[in-house]
């Protein structure tokens, strides 16, 4: 990076770390102001004019916060973190188009094809064993087809969306409610390190932010901002992914749901939205009909040639219909009960577990578990 463009980073992530400007009064700043720099000269007039608030202008004059912004710059460099600032090149063209993106993003791991479609999934924090599978199944299906997942890196639903397409070679973004350098939750600390490698993690929070409650709805805007449009998996009357799904509306994305059991809390979301219009999404097939014309005939004309190959190269024998019959799309089933009802040894069953994963039919579990993934009804 040369100097002006340290210099034009240093000025913004500064404008940004004043607490009482808001993401409004950052943006109107960033349409009126071509040169960020300008904004820490002027009076108080102008900057009233701008919509920049009183308590904020004891902090521009003194440049309260540029020793922090500046320690900002180096920890990004010594780190390997990445600054994004709005209308460079490398900012999500997506994201700009939103009311409100933010100024900066903070951004580690890589993202070969800047362009790449995307979609968020999103979902409870405490789904159903049914509501991981699908999450993860359809994010393995998306992610294998070239279309980028979007989520939050939180427990549940999240986590399973990034486990599923990373697991099928997709790329995948997490939309940070925190720091880039904090881990939340905890327990999400590999997962966090095998999407820097395999996608993008990011956040428009400065380094150290704690994950504060109020900071998620904010950072929803950019999870549905990013994407073509947003998947509920689950979702309970008052759950934030029911925030991304109106801000993916105001936003003019496409909002899709998977349907859920009558009697389970989380089915609310889902339900609801789906009687306001959303799409009832049972397979990936019904995501990819509402993408871009060009995007869908080429997924559409790519699987009809695999189908073709399948159908000529592989089938599924008697016995393994069997095994997908004893096996449930919302009900994990252990290898002993396999074993009981098929007429197979151990080793003979294993082999035919492990050639169904593979082409696809089921999904191993941990814990010797195993479910179907749904596939069955579409042949």
Known sequence: MG??????????????????????SRNQIYKAVPDIADIFKMGEKRLLALGVPGEAHPAIRSRAYRAAADEILNWAVREGCRIILRGTPEYPGLLEEIS?????????????????????????RRPTVYGLQMAQGIASDLGSRG????????????????????????????????????????????????????????????????????????????ISGLSAGALVVEASEKSGSLITARLALEQNREVFAIPGNNTSPVSYGPNYLIKQGAKLVQSWKDVVEEMPAELRENIFSHEETKQKLLTETNSISDEEKRLLFILRLDEMTHFDKLYHDSSLNIPELSERLLKMEMEGWIRRLPGNLYIRTGRISEE
């Not at 240093?10 to 409004?24: C, Y």
């Not at 903070?106 to 979609?119: M, S």
């Open 147 to 222: 279309i980028c997942i979007v989520s939050g890196m939180a427990r549940g639903i999240d986590g399973a969306a990034h486990r599923g397409c990373m697991k099928s070679g997709g790329t995948t973004i997490a939309v940070l409610g925190c720091g880039i350098d904090v881990v939340y939750p905890p327990e999400h600390r590999q997962l966090k390190e095998q999407i820097t490698d395999a996608g993008l993690a990011i956040s428009e929070f400065p380094p150290g932010t704690p994950p504060n409650p109020h900071n998620f709805p904010i950072r929803n805007r950019i």
């Open 3 to 24: 100097t002006s463009s340290d210099t034009i980073i240093q000025n913004t992530v500064e404008l940004t770390l004043i607490p009482s400007i808001g993401i409004r």
């Open 100 to 124: 409100d993106p933010p100024l900066v993003l903070y951004a580690r791991g890589r993202l070969e094809n800047p362009n790449i479609p995307c979609l968020a999934v999103v979902g409870s």
